[in-house]
Structures are given as C-alpha cells and as structure tokens.
C-alpha cells in the first residue's frame, strides 16, 4: 500500500507561482510513475503532469512551459511548480501513483485546492 500526501495549495493572483509537494510513504518500492491530477467543478478530471522512475516527465499541453514537475527520491517527495498560473488552472489537485502491477493510478491523495484569481 501507497499512502499519499499533498501539500502547498492555496489562494494565488493570475500569473503568481505555486509549489505542490505530494510526500508518499508505505511500499514506495513499487511505484514506477507519480502523476498530478486536477479537477475543476463540473468537470472531468484530467492529469496535468507526471514522471516516472526513471525520470521521464510528461505534460498536458495546457500547463507545457508553465508547469515543471520534479521528484527526490531520497525524500520520497514529487513536486509541482506552477508558474505564470490563470484562473482556468483552479481546481482540486490530486497526486496519484501507479504501482508496477498496476494498469493505471491506483493510489491518491486527498487533494489540494488551488484558486487562481482575476
């Protein structure tokens, strides 16, 4: 089992800057990708980013050149730095893990909000 943990959400103006941080803990062994997941009121949730194990980063097209994801394994931690945010970037963020058995992320954390104003 993957515990996971977010952190760093809040209230930011329109092109401010925020630092997530997802902290996972139990069998982080088995983990081969972290991704950063949002959702917005009524709508459907949708990754933003994620890496792999072996490093490899993977953006949605709307956060490409403004989000940066990034991960330390010593600390068992993923980040996500969003800079140059917009109002359309408010929503729920959420971490998830994909373990090496698993098809698709099968491990989440509670989530964090963040709100861009105008």
């Known amino acids: 089992q993957v515990q996971l943990v977010e952190s760093g959400g809040g209230l930011v103006e329109a092109g401010g800057s925020l630092r997530l941080s997802c902290a996972a803990s139990g069998t982080t062994f088995s983990i081969i990708a972290i991704g950063w997941y949002r959702q917005a009121p009524g709508k459907q949730r949708e990754l933003v980013a994620a890496i792999s194990s072996g490093g490899s980063t993977a953006y949605a097209d709307s956060v490409k050149g403004r989000f940066t994801i990034s991960r330390d394994n010593a600390k068992n931690t993923v980040s996500l730095q969003m800079n140059s945010l917009k109002p359309e970037d408010t929503a729920v963020y959420y971490c998830?893990?994909?373990?090496?058995?698993?098809?698709?992320?099968?491990?989440w954390g509670q989530g964090t909000q963040v709100t861009v104003s105008s």
């Open positions: 998830a893990a994909r373990a090496a058995t698993a098809t698709r992320y099968d491990s």
